[in-house]
């Protein structure tokens, strides 16, 4: 239960720009993530050149905004501390308390996603009001997990009504720790979310052994690398403790996340993306890899990527590629989620007239 001396007075949100202009049901949404924050002077809010992906008020005291010729004093509760202080990501701005402050922020993106279902017609977005419990404000709880899946750079890339439709179709489904809710081998059917929970992702070994392959919480996803790819599971999900996911159905994933995100890309446009400092990511098993590859791509198989992704320079573009396509869009789409830059190369590697032994391939 959120702390009522943090929680930030209805008639002072209505104050605030954009925030002001939503409806009841979405303003409702913000309302609920609204907590405040006491700053000592002299701290900085933000500082120029970060990416923090925050909307931010002051809504009593003064700040001080500088940098690119800009020096001006911004006081809570004047028309100028009515709109967000420096808004530009990367911030082109530094901001600094000049007296002890109280100030709010929003998830950008979480606000740009209220800000545009308004503006769509034909569906009330009190229809997710399940999304958050407005007395709920402890911190991994209630919508977090919804805060989290729009903070992914992959869904910037889905269009808003998308994720509008996405969260109409989700369904709920209360899970108990020990429950296995994918299996290895079987056929794909649902695509997950975790509202609540944690759970583990094991794959069997040809020994028998189980091997863990990560943990995952509260707005991760599970269950999109078999409906990308069509095939079968390659790894087994179990519940480590009692909680709420959220799916959606093959279809719905098809239709709504999977066509947006996946991108392909001719070889030629491989090589050319290759010059320009891009990996070519060769995302089946190890052995297929010896057999045969691209010249300098690197070996990661699928069912590890999960594990192995953050250990990726993120700053790079990633080709993914297999055999026929398959498996690489599963990885491409993975790493979407994770906030890489990544496509698919188009047909895999039944497209390439030879592909030798690797180090000396195309």
């Not at 925050?54 to 809570?76: A, C, E, I, P, W």
């Not at 599971?233 to 799916?247: F, K, V, W, Y």
């Not at 790493?335 to 895999?348: A, Q, T, Y």
Request: net charge negative; with cysteine.
């Amino acid at each position: 239960m959120a702390d009522a001396a943090t929680v930030v007075d209805k008639q002072v949100l209505k104050t605030l720009v954009p925030p002001n202009a939503l409806n009841a049901a979405n303003f409702q949404e913000l309302a609920n993530k609204a907590r405040l924050e006491e700053i000592p002077a002299g701290r900085f809010l933000f500082k120029k050149g970060e990416m923090d992906r925050k909307t931010v008020y002051v809504l009593s005291g003064d700040v001080q905004v500088s940098g690119q010729g800009t020096n001006q004093v911004v006081r809570g509760g004047t028309p100028e501390g009515s709109h967000p202080l420096a808004n530009q990501q990367p911030r082109q701005l530094s901001v600094r308390t000049r007296t002890a402050c109280i100030v709010t922020r929003f998830d950008s993106d979480l606000l740009d996603i209220l800000l545009t279902w308004d503006q769509l017609s034909g569906i009330e977005v009190s229809d997710i009001t399940w999304a958050e419990d407005s007395t709920d404000g402890e911190e991994g709880s209630g919508g977090d997990w919804m805060t989290r899946i729009l903070q992914s750079k992959a869904f910037l890339r889905i269009p808003p009504a998308n994720i509008q439709a996405m969260f109409m179709r989700l369904q709920e489904l209360p899970v108990k720790a020990g429950q296995a809710i994918i299996s290895q081998g079987e056929e794909g059917d649902y695509y997950y979310i975790i509202c609540s929970g944690k759970c583990q992702v094991t794959r069997a070994a040809a020994s028998g052994a189980s091997v863990t392959l990560a943990k995952l919480s509260d707005g991760d996803a599970i269950g999109e690398e078999a409906l990308v790819s069509q095939a079968k599971r390659n790894a087994t999900i179990t519940m480590e403790t009692d909680g709420l996911l959220m799916r959606l159905s093959q279809s719905d994933f098809e239709e709504l996340l999977k066509a947006p995100i996946l991108h392909d890309v001719t070889l030629d446009q491989a090589k050319e993306m290759v010059k320009n400092g891009a990996v070519l990511l060769d995302v089946r098993l190890e052995s297929e890899h010896k057999a045969g590859s691209i010249k300098g791509s690197k070996n990661i198989p699928l069912f590890m990527l999960r594990l192995k992704a953050e250990r990726l320079d993120s700053s790079k573009k990633y080709v993914c590629y297999c055999e026929t396509g398959r498996r690489s869009s599963a990885a491409a789409f993975l790493m979407s989620e994770r906030g890489f830059d990544s496509c698919v190369l188009l047909g895999g590697l039944q497209a390439i007239p030879q592909v030798t032994a690797a180090g000396s391939g195309n």
